[in-house]
Structure formats: structure tokens, C-alpha cells
């Protein structure tokens, strides 16, 4: 072996012992999660604990009349029954929400939607709880109720909040009707009239992105726990943003925000439903602190999609304007937007609509004008975003179906549409008609990838083909090939446009060596499954050449995490990731210090080498990493402080923008209505690529949430009010039976201003999912002019599709 070579092979051994970026690293949470040795909220017990559980109402809208708790005391075993009469007092009865407005914790005077909490059971077990909350005897006059968004402004329409309803100014400025919570304007309308009114083409369509739910596994929950003697509060809870939860604590029970330790353990699936705060965290606090012992509260499913956090119930009227050969000149769309009972939206305080204005995607569409009503009805609160970065998935949606609603009027194939209205590499960054500026994106050259690898055109051939069979009567089988090319937005975000309660939205890290060279790291976001542990030690492995096996990252104790806002709109990767590389590189720094100091050379004179810093021209002499930090602590340089460690609090300068192109294909049985997916190919470029093994793993998984999304998944309610579909009886969630098979690929256009380049990932499949199940199952009906047909396309729906097409002869 030449010299050379015995240099690069023990540079190359020596890269793939740190596991760092790029590595297809295993993770390590899953060796306790894979055991059953995960430990959750509801694994918890302590001492003398109780247990919470709610009595709720039977009805959409209806006025309180009466409460009478007296039969459930007296159940053996019952130890209190809190209602809104208990906690007025205390000023809790309602609770802030992140978008401005109040929600009730227990209904007062009115319940505004059905299982909205009504009084808090608290029992020594959760038997005795469940059986207790039969015994309160509500009695209530039932009111007319606006289940239609729609019907919310009329005139006529019942009042639901009676609470605010002299209050015409809202948390976003006036209220045209007391149903009314906002109205939210973007862009130029006059010069997007103007376009209109002058273009060769327009089309006009409303689409509806219908209510569903997250429903992780584990439901959402907490245990509070109040020592009367220290006056302190420790709340574990299934939390994706633990540090919030402990600021909100604080404001509203009044308690010092040291005395308050939030903790939250391994969770079982976020996917938006653990960001809000809900009446079951408040009321288990409050139990606790009146009680002095711990009480906990675990939700059921049925609980979970019915209460905490819906998502979606956008009815979006979408216009594009174009010119005869297709070049897009503007975009036009109004948004009415359901958000149930109560104005309870996990956005940043600015954004009553969240991202929604992203939805120009990918286009170079110089002008667009965006309007959002958002609307009270009787429905539960929430409008979470759902595996998608604050209306992201909404926003690409209308887009997505948009252009193909437009190539089908121009007689232009869907592909060549996109491509020719995309932004250009050279573009970048990129100015949009809403007002953001994209940082990097190269939509052709993905695109091109995306096509060759699925073979686009003979895709289409045998479609033709299919098509004349169908009409021939040779098949009753329909074609159907989705395509969506999404730009996501993630990353919330720079403090000049994002916050949540006035807290800036940075996040931070934490990194501390021991003396053997060992690390542990804490972060300000929080996993919920999708595999920190693993790869924030792979970005730390990197940056500081040391194995990520012998790093330790800690996330969720509110105690020791320096403070941060959390995991959501997968903003981990760009903002707690960027701060990762940044806290690693002043450790880098000092750390070459100390090695100068000990090889007797400048600073200057130092390389570093994968795990070492090596004098420039002499690469035997070196000092590893390990040797830096025991000499750390060992015998620092004269002046400088012993100890190898930073903090780094980042505030992003930008947003991240991920892109990517899906293809579907798909054939439906037009006499069943089952829809099969033939093929379902993912390119997504999220910069920098940290762990390929983990994104893959987070795009089957939104893109099974995707498909569940297009193609079944709903919370629908009837004329009543009543809630359907709020077991896994009736909610679609897929298993593996029905998942079709995944194809990923990639491409890799870095974040220009990212320390790592990278950019988030785990919302992008569910983005581009959804739209993609959309446009196969139009794609399919396009050529009988079905026009366009609503998600969800379960069977029952696309049956009826071919019912209404006169199909079935
Ligand atoms: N990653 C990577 N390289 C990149 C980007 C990301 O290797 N360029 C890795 C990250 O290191 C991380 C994972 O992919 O391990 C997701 O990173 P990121 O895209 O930054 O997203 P977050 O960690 O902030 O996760 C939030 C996102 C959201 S908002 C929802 S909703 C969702 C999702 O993650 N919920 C999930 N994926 C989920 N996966 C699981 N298992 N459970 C959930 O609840
Ligand atoms: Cu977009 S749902 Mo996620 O933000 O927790």
C-alpha cells in the first residue's frame, strides 16, 4: 500500500467511525422504543396520583341551564368535580389560545360544540372517573347550530360567541359579523383585477381541503403534580413545545416560571395535535393544586378526534389567469376558513391563516391576491397544520389542483404547464407576488429527474390507450396519473415575522464535553418520533469530529433544555439543527486553542481533519479531539477558562424552502370506486441531507398520512352538529394493507443561509401527498368531464362519481 492510499483509507475509517452527516445511521431511540421500554405520559405513577376525566356535552349548541354535581360526589372513591363555577374564580374557566382568542376550559354559560367539556371529574382511579362523569346531571336547552361555514355570516345566523360578541375588533382587526373571528388580506388586488379582467384564459374553482385529524397513537395527556410545600409545579405532558407550555403555565396560574418544571417524555406521535394547550392540561393542574396531589389526565381516542385539535376545512376559491400558450400571469384566492367553537389555530401570532400565502408554489406568478375569512362555527377549535408547516398543505393544494384545472381548459399537458410556468434556478432567491423570498430551489432539473425516472411519456401513452379501451367498453378500469411539484416552507422562523406569544421564534442547543470526550447535548425542540437522538448527534459528529455514539442528545426537560419554541412546522432541522452547527463550532474554536497551546504552534498553524486538528505541513503531528477535551479540563491554556462547552440561541435569518415532485398513478374500477395506487414516486430536495435513512423514513410516513388525507380520512359532521367519524371505525387510518408501495429519490440544493445547508423535511411528503392523490383521481375522470371532483375519494365517493357520470349504465 502507497502512502497515499494508507492516508485516505485511514481518513475514510476514520470518517465512517463518527456516523456523522450523510450516514445511514440506525436509530437509537428505537432500541427502547422497538422493547416496549419507550416511557410515555400515561407509564407514569406516582404516589397517591388521581385521575381526571371529563363530562362533556351531547350537544353542538345549547345553553347551560343547570349543573348538579351531587350524585357523582357521592360516588364512593369520587374526590372532586370541578366545573366552570370553580374555576371562574380563579380566572380559569376560559384559558388564552395561540391565535389571540379565548377558549372555554369548562363551559359557562353555552356549550358551542359536541364533547366540548363541561366539568372535570377527579376519582382515585380512572374507572371510578369514567363512571362518576354519568352521575353530573346537565341540563340543557338546545340551540339552532351553523355547521355549514357558509351559513356563518348570514344575517340570521345564531350567535355563537356570546361571550365576544360586542367585541367587533378581533386578535387580526375588526369582525365584519359576531361569527366572524378575521379577515386576513395579502398581495395586490387591483393589479390581480386588472390581470383578470384582461386575460386570455381564467379558471375558476373551489376547492375544498376537508376537516381531518392528526390521531397519533397516543392521544394527548398530562399529570400535574404541585408540592404545596415548595410551591412548585412539575407537569409532564405529551407536549411538542415544552418551554411554551411552561411560559403559558406561568401567565395564566400566576405561579413564578422557575417553580414550574415542564417535562415531556417520549411521545407517541405529534403530527400537530400535542402543539395547542387544552382544558384537560389546565384542569389536571388545577386539580393538583387545589388537591396537593398529582392528577392525571389521559385522553381516549374517540376524545381525540372529536376535542383536541382538528385540521383543514379550507374552502378555497382559486383563479388563475394565463395566456392562451399557458404562461401564468396571476392568481387569484379567497379563502373561507372554518375554525370551529374558538380561534384556537397553532400559527405564529402574525399569521391568522398561517403560510397560506405560499400557495403561488412554484410558479413565477407576478401578481396574486389573497383573502381569508375566518368564521366561528359549532365545531371543535383547533386548525392545527396537520404534517404541514401552518397551512402549507392547504396552500399547495389549491395550487396544485389549480394549474391542472388550467392545463385541462388550455388543452395542455399538466407537466408541460408546470414547467413552463416554473421559477428559474437563476431566480433565486426569489421574490414571490405574497411577499416571501425563497432561498433556493432548482425545479427544473428535479422535475426533468422526476419524469425520466417514472417515464412520463409512455405513462401517458398507455393512458391514451386505456382511454379508447374505456370508451371501446373493453375496460371499466380509469387511468389516473397525479402529478404535484410543491414548494414547502419551513423553518418559523426570523424574529421580524414570527412569534408565538411574543417569543421570537429562535431555538436553541446546548453541547457539553466531558473530560473523556464524551458529549451531551440538550435542545429547545422536542421528538415525537421523528428520530432527534439520532440525528442531531450525527450533525454534532461532524462539526466536532466525535463518534455520534458517543453523543447524548436530551430534549423535553424544561429544567435543563436551554429554552427554545419547540417542534413543529419542521422548523427542528432549520433552526434547532443551525443552532447545533453553531453552538459545535465556538466549541471548535476554543478547542483549537487549546490544541495550539498544547502542540506549542499559532492557532493559525492549525488544519482541522475529521476529528483533529493537525499542524498545516506536518499532519503527524496532531491532537484528536478526545486529548482537546481532557486537556479542556485538565490543563487549559494560561487565560483561558477550563471546560468545553456552548450555548447558541439561533434566530434563523430566513425561512427554509424544500421542494419536490410526485408522480401517481393510479386505476380506478369505476363500477366499485376503488381506486388502486399503481405507482407512487417522491423526489424531495431537502438541502443538506443529515440521516437519508431517517428522511426516508419521514416521507413513507407523510405520505401515508397523505394518502389517508386524499383518500378517506375526514371528520365530518351532520346537520346536528353531531360529530361522524370519531373512532377508528369510521376514520380512515391506513395500515399497511392499504399503503401503497414508496419510491424516493432526491436531489440536493443546499440552504444558502443554513450553517449546514439543510433544510426541513418532515412535512414536505404530506404537502406534495396530497395534492398528488388528488390530481390522479381527477387526472382519471378528466377526459368524461367530471370536472373537479372534492377529496376525500374514498369509494363510496368515487362510486358515486361514476353514479352521477351515468357510468354504471
Ligand atoms: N432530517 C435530515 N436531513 C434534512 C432534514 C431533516 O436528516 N435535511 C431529519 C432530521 O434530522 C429529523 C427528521 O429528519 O430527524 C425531521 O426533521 P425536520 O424536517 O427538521 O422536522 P422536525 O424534526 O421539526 O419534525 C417535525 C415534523 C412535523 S412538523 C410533523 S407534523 C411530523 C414530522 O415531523 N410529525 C411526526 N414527522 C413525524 N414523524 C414521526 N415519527 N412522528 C411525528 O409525530
Ligand atoms: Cu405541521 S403539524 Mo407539525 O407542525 O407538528
Request: hydrophobic fraction near 40%; charged fraction near 25%.
Amino acid at each position: 500500500m502507497n502512502e497515499q492510499v494508507k492516508i485516505d483509507t485511514d481518513r475514510a475509517e476514520r470518517t465512517e467511525k463518527l456516523q456523522g452527516m450523510g450516514c445511514k445511521r440506525k436509530r437509537v431511540e428505537d432500541i427502547r422504543f422497538t422493547q416496549g421500554k419507550g416511557s410515555y405520559v400515561d407509564d407514569l405513577k406516582l404516589p397517591g396520583m388521581l385521575f381526571g376525566d371529563f363530562v362533556r356535552s351531547p350537544h353542538a349548541h345549547a345553553r347551560i341551564v343547570s349543573i348538579d354535581t351531587s350524585r357523582a360526589k357521592a360516588l364512593p372513591g369520587v374526590i372532586a368535580v370541578l366545573t366552570a363555577a370553580d374555576l371562574k374564580p380563579l380566572g380559569l374557566h376560559y384559558m388564552p389560545t395561540l391565535a389571540g382568542d379565548v377558549q372555554a376550559v369548562l363551559a359557562e354559560e353555552k356549550v358551542l360544540f359536541q364533547n366540548q367539556e363541561v366539568a372535570f371529574v377527579i376519582a382515585e382511579d380512572r374507572y371510578i372517573a369514567s363512571d362518576a362523569t354519568e352521575l353530573v346531571d346537565v341540563v340543557y336547552e338546545a340551540l339552532p347550530c351553523i355547521v355549514d361555514p357558509f351559513k356563518s355570516m348570514l344575517p340570521d345566523a345564531p350567535i355563537l360567541r356570546e361571550d365576544i360578541q360586542d367585541k367587533m375588533v378581533g386578535a387580526h382587526g375588526p369582525r365584519k359579523h359576531p361569527n366572524h373571528i378575521f379577515e386576513w388580506q395579502i398581495g395586490d388586488k387591483q393589479a390581480t383585477d386588472d390581470v383578470f379582467a384582461k386575460a386570455d384564459v381564467t379558471i375558476k374553482e373551489m376547492l375544498v381541503d376537508h376537516r381531518t385529524h392528526p390521531s397519533p397513537l397516543e392521544t394527548c395527556q398530562s399529570v400535574a403534580s404541585f408540592d404545596k410545600v415548595k410551591g412548585e409545579l412539575t407537569l409532564w405532558g405529551t407536549f411538542q413545545a415544552p418551554h411554551v407550555i411552561r411560559t403559558v403555565v406561568s401567565l395564566i396560574s400566576g405561579l413564578p416560571e422557575h417553580k414550574i418544571h415542564v417535562i415531556a417524555p417520549d411521545i407517541g406521535g405529534g403530527f400537530g395535535n400535542k402543539v395547542g394547550a387544552y382544558a384537560g392540561y389546565v384542569c389536571s393542574v388545577v386539580g393538583s393544586i387545589v388537591l396537593g396531589v398529582p392528577v392525571k389526565w389521559v385522553e381516549d381516542r374517540m376524545e381525540n378526534l372529536s376535542t383536541t385539535s382538528f385540521a383543514r376545512d379550507y374552502h378555497m376559491t382559486t383563479e388563475l389567469a394565463a395566456t392562451k400558450d399557458g404562461k401564468i400571469l396571476g392568481m387569484r384566492v379567497h379563502v373561507l376558513a372554518d375554525h370551529g367553537a374558538f380561534d384556537a389555530c397553532a400559527d405564529p401570532s402574525k399569521w391568522p391563516a398561517g403560510f397560506m400565502n405560499i400557495c403561488t408554489g412554484s410558479y413565477d406568478i407576478p401578481v396574486a391576491h389573497l383573502l381569508v375569512d375566518g368564521v366561528y362555527t359549532n365545531k371543535a377549535s383547533g386548525g392545527v397544520a396537520y404534517r404541514c408547516s401552518f397551512r402549507v398543505t392547504e396552500a399547495v393544494f389549491a395550487i396544485e389542483r389549480a394549474i391542472e384545472v388550467l392545463a385541462q381548459k388550455l388543452g395542455m399537458d399538466a407537466a408541460e404547464l408546470r414547467i413552463k410556468n416554473f421559477i428559474k434556478a437563476e431566480q433565486f432567491p426569489y421574490h414571490s407576488a405574497l411577499g416571501w423570498e425563497y432561498d433556493s430551489g432548482d425545479y427544473h432539473t428535479a422535475m426533468k429527474k422526476a419524469m425520466d425516472a417514472i417515464d412520463y411519456k409512455a405513462l401517458r401513452a398507455e393512458q391514451a390507450e386505456k382511454r379508447e379501451a374505456f370508451k371501446r367498453g373493453e375496460t371499466r378500469e380509469l387511468m389516473g396519473i397525479g402529478i404535484s411539484f410543491f414548494t414547502e416552507i419551513v423553518g418559523a422562523g426570523p424574529a421580524k415575522n414570527c412569534d408565538i406569544l411574543g417569543i421570537a421564534m429562535f431555538d436553541s442547543a446546548e453541547i457539553r464535553i466531558h473530560p473523556t470526550g464524551s458529549v451531551i447535548a440538550r435542545m429547545g425542540t422536542k421528538s415525537q418520533g421523528q428520530g432527534h437522538e439520532t440525528t442531531y448527534a450525527q450533525i454534532i459528529a461532524t462539526e466536532l469530529g466525535i463518534p455520534a455514539d458517543d453523543i447524548m442528545i436530551e430534549e423535553g426537560n424544561t429544567d435543563t433544555a436551554p429554552y427554545g419554541l419547540g417542534t413543529y412546522g419542521s422548523r427542528s432541522t432549520p433552526v434547532a439543527g443551525a443552532a447545533t452547527a453553531v453552538a459545535a463550532r465556538k466549541i471548535k474554536a476554543k478547542a483549537q486553542m487549546i490544541a495550539a497551546h498544547m502542540l506549542e504552534v499559532h492557532e493559525g498553524d492549525l488544519e482541522w481533519d475529521i476529528d483533529r486538528f493537525r499542524v498545516k505541513g506536518l499532519p503527524e503531528k496532531f491532537k484528536t479531539m478526545k486529548e482537546i477535551a481532557w486537556s479542556a479540563y485538565n490543563a487549559p491554556p494560561p487565560n483561558l477558562e477550563p471546560g468545553l462547552e456552548a450555548v447558541n440561541y439561533y434566530e434563523p435569518p430566513n425561512m427554509t424552502y424544500p421542494f419536490g415532485a410526485y408522480f401517481c398513478v393510479m386505476d380506478i374500477d369505476v363500477d366499485t370506486g376503488v381506486a388502486k395506487t399503481r405507482r407512487f414516486y417522491a423526489l424531495d430536495d431537502c438541502g443538506t441531507r443529515i440521516n437519508p435513512m431517517i428522511i426516508e423514513g419521514q416521507v413513507h410516513g407523510g405520505l401515508t398520512e397523505a394518502f389517508a388525507c386524499a383518500m378517506g380520512q375526514e371528520i365530518r359532521y351532520d346537520e346536528m352538529g353531531n360529530v361522524m367519524g370519531a373512532s377508528f371505525m369510521d376514520f380512515f387510518l391506513p395500515t399497511a394493507v392499504e399503503t401503497p408501495k414508496w419510491e424516493t429519490d432526491f436531489t440536493v440544493t443546499p440552504s444558502p443561509h443554513h450553517p449546514i445547508g439543510a433544510k426541513g423535511v418532515g412535512e414536505s411528503p404530506h404537502v406534495g401527498g396530497v395534492p398528488c392523490f388528488s390530481n390522479a383521481v381527477n387526472d382519471a375522470y378528466a377526459f368524461l368531464d367530471a370536472g373537479h371532483i372534492q377529496m376525500p375519494h374514498d369509494a363510496w365517493r368515487l362510486w358515486q362519481v361514476g353514479e352521477r357520470l351515468g357510468l354504471h349504465g
